[in-house]
């Protein structure tokens, strides 16, 4: 059986069709490959394909089955869409509803101020948060017209990627 | 004095580099650290180490009477200040000499004089150096603001005195936009350095960025090591460094190296310093300001002239001579800088802080890397958000360009967003290669510096490949018992076939 | 021809070498590997990578057949030797050209005359360069032998005219001795080589070995670029190199230069070559033999001179000339190169193959390093214990000494033994340090190399602290479940105080 | 409660006497310290104790509970001697008998030679198998006069660290 892997635009089906230990025959959706795989449990991965050597780093991000693949070229966000995650797809249409009720830290760093309290009526585009980190200040503004609903954080507070912040309604 | 142990109040890249000179002078090293930077690799690297205090700058490295009682408390003799911090702070460096402690720098009243940005152009004027045409008084009234600007023409920059991270300035284009800009800067500039003292500066559209570095002893000689040209900057930070500069001539170098020693000289500069000019396309070039310490990009300086710098510095703090004459220094070859900041140059340059996974150096032949993150390292939310800087080398530009091209090629960090890529891109860019370019680079190559250069199908589906790979060996590892040394098996062939049902 | 595509028939760090000077070209890279190699560097570092063979050299980087066929099949124009492996096998060379791919090298009329030493030895002394004083012709009786080592003097060196690595030598210090010494050194020659020729030699007792660089191109224009110092060595193996050559003088340099320089037109030799010189204390010097392909301590003329001598090999193969005369090149500084061994300095330099744990670069300022391990790898049994070259730039010899002594302390490998420490030993060493020594050098400060420089009482206390604190570590990781990603969690805090109880 | 730990000729007796979090009170033998530790997983120690700054590597050895340390001047053998250890050593006087009836291998290679078969009587200093590794050979001698009672492994076979080789009786 077969699983998607999406990068940026491209949702493609990988299959295995055989192995013998690093070599193996893999379909990547119409296109058949024999490569000489070696990886690592740092998810350091060195291919050879057809006489090309490929370099590639997978790094975990705080989301489960999405990485960050490197290659020495460029990088890329890799999401594997097992079966699990189709599921949740196919009920829920995805995170993006939830997106755009909330504010997320995209980065590590520092509540500078919040120039909103529960309960207060923004508009779209209006700032709702200053983080700061290295010596550089972002405002975060709102994604639609609403009503703050909940503030998890403080003023001087650290915080985390990807932690949630602000709930509007 | 001979110096035998020295506090670097400083951390991450530059003061390891501070450290790494000390050791091969035989010099104990010092390192202080805030609560954040417990692991950090200065700390590491140096023979001593003391806390200092909480993780924000202002309460540690920004914590001078805590530095000199360490510094009293260890004995050292001496206290390295680094660049930012506390490295332009006279009353710092005051009191370090009030201690008896030697502050490797200039005199308290050098930096007083060339901090007051006012103060420093009417010394360059008295001394000669031509400046960029303004005030050299403050402005008194807004009537005198519209008169001045008058006589300079627009466009003019109105800069606050004090000022400094481009806070308290504003440009002006239009005359109706005077009394706005005036008013504006001045509140700005009173809110952000207590003086709402400003002047008045002609604005040089797209100019290059040239600096000199100088070294001067306290024996009253003074020598320039030649230009660094600076242009290529993002958000008024420098992002590349070379030298010899493309747009220099041998007698414009002679010329402005003659003005940047006596710029020195009328101040009796002691210890290493920058002189930076505005240049335009012309060639007419203007004093900007003095930077009164080690520059972050002075390992270019270095490696075309041969001379350690930060040893200079050391020694020049003990009393000694210069050991070479403005003769006997000569340029060879040709030196780039790529700076390597934790950042997001697909978003707006946005920093990244976060945790290192892995770091592939660059390595060989004409090849420098000074930087201070380590692998598992994670680099704090605080402080600037360089981590490392690259220096290539060769016998000149061309060869230079591609060197720096494989070694940013070599380069990988990942765990955090880099802007690695985003130089690799800057030295394929036209104006790049042929050496035509200003301050106004970044913004004029945009579109060409953010396209993706995506690679073609087959190396996507590779990547494909591998996350398939990494997604079923995870799989695998969270059913079985894990290694409890993972080093000692890194790579090794698959046992997940059972994993392939599963799916 | 312009080069567009270089197979390199190496492995370990001079192919990575190679391919960092073939990136900056523009040039493809291909790699070629045995099975032991499938993880190593230079087949991940390359553009393509094939599979040649078994691990031991002989059934893949010795394989000369499979590997053109291999360049053929992928399209190479050229082909790179490195040293060691088929960089000085004629035949080879002549294979490659013979299938329409440049060999990166001399013609194999070059490579097969200066093989065989006797040929080497006449063809100097025709081209009226000083020769070892012995025979030029092999030794034909024993009666002969006898005959020739009265006149020449004792102690001789009866050497096997196919020789190499040490085999079929025998060193002659009493006349009794003249006999046996032949006949072993006959036996020896022809079970290793297949030819029992041999010739005689005088032996210099303790000289330097002193080698000159020379470049060649295809139009008969040769320069050489200055000496390298080769006299510490141990197994007749360099461990450091340095250039300027502490006992070099400029008339002798000159003289010597020139010799080496009549020694490549001799031959007319293109490429890249070295001349090797014996070089006793009162400046009489000896043509020794040449060596007919890049040498491992090649970066430290590199660094002194400024070129790229990989990139001149290929330029030459392209058939460019020269791009600079004598005249244009100098010495600028001092470079040092000490080689890094996977081995056991304290158990006579055992090989210590192994996986590697953590490795820490030594970085900035003058420093380079030409390796190949990283954090996890395996050394392969199979092959050289050469891992690392680290080389070091200053403007004096002095100042080079103390970079290199920080260099290594900095410098950490750790998982297998190395010769980091000995290295390190050797920069402290009085005989080193004024630049007295000959290739005795290490024999005569065996005791003061081998000595343990122990930290003192309280330093070992901390190791003690760090083992007991990694054992606790260790058995509460045995009792809780381990992270999947270890690397997101590397630096912590503890969370084993219940395990105080259990000891 | 205190374990043993051995480095070179010195056997020292280690006892935590306070932790919180990073900062340990921890006596060597008789001497009291107070260090602020931070390590990581892949055994890297950082200590600073009385403003001196410490690096120290610990590898695990083939041997569990042996390690090598590093620090950035020397390279240490490090033996943990806990309760399990002290009962093997008084019960059987560690593995010195044993090892003189063995001959294993210090590091990994091949066997070049084996000039004995089993059965054959040898005398102390006879070389028993000739290994190879990084194109350099090394002779093994038996440590003792004896019979060869077995012989584990043949001519041409890869061998790791501390393989046992050849039995002596």
Redesign the interface.
Known sequence: MSIEIKIGDRIANIEIIRQFENLLEIKVDEKVYQVDLMHNDEGIFSILENGRSYNIELVPKDKPKNYTAYTFYNTYDVEIIDAEARYKRNRGGGNLHTAENTISSPMPGKVVKIPVNEGDIVAKGDTLITISAMKMESEYKSPKDGIISKILVSEGETIDTNQLLIEIE | MKIKKILIANRGEIA??IM??C????ICS??VFSEAD??AMH?????????IGKSPSSESYLNGDKIIEVALR?GADAIHPGYGFLSENASFAKKCTDSGIIFIGPSPEVIIRMGDKIEARKTMIAAGVPVVPGTTEHIKSEKEAIEVIRSIGLPVMVKAAAGGGGKGMRLVHREEDIIPSVRAARSEALASFGDDAVYIEKYITSPHHIEFQILGDQHGNTVHLFERECSVQRRHQKMIEETPSPLMTPELRATMGKYAVEAAKAVAYSGAGTIEFLVDDNHNFYFLEMNTRLQVEH?IT?RVT???LVKQQIKIAEGEKLPFKQEDLKQ??HAIECRVY??DPD?NF??????I??I??P?????????YV?????IP?????MIAKLIVW??NRD?AI??M??AL??Y?I??V?TSI?FLEKIMETEDFKTGIYDTNFIEKNKDFLTE????DG??????????????L??LN??QTS?Q???????????TY?KN?ER?
Request: proline content about 4%.
């Open positions: 390891i580099r790494r000179t050791r091969e002078m035989g010092v390192a417990r692991t700390v590491r690297y140096a023979e001593e180490a003391y806390y260890c390992p270095e041969g001379i350690d060879s070859g934790a950042e978003n946005m920093p990244n802080p976060g945790k996974f892995n592939t150096q390595l060989g032949l004409g090849v420098r890397t000074d930087g380590y692998e598992g390292y994670e939310i605080y402080y600037d958000s060769a016998e060869e591609a060197r091209r494989r090629y070599e990988k990942t765990g967003k890529k993706k250069s995506l690679c087959e190396c996507l589906d590779m990547v494909m490949i591998a996350a398939y790979v990494e997604y060996d995870q590892r969270a894990k409890l040394y993972p080093a000692q098996n890194r790579w090794k062939k698959y076939q392939f799916l």
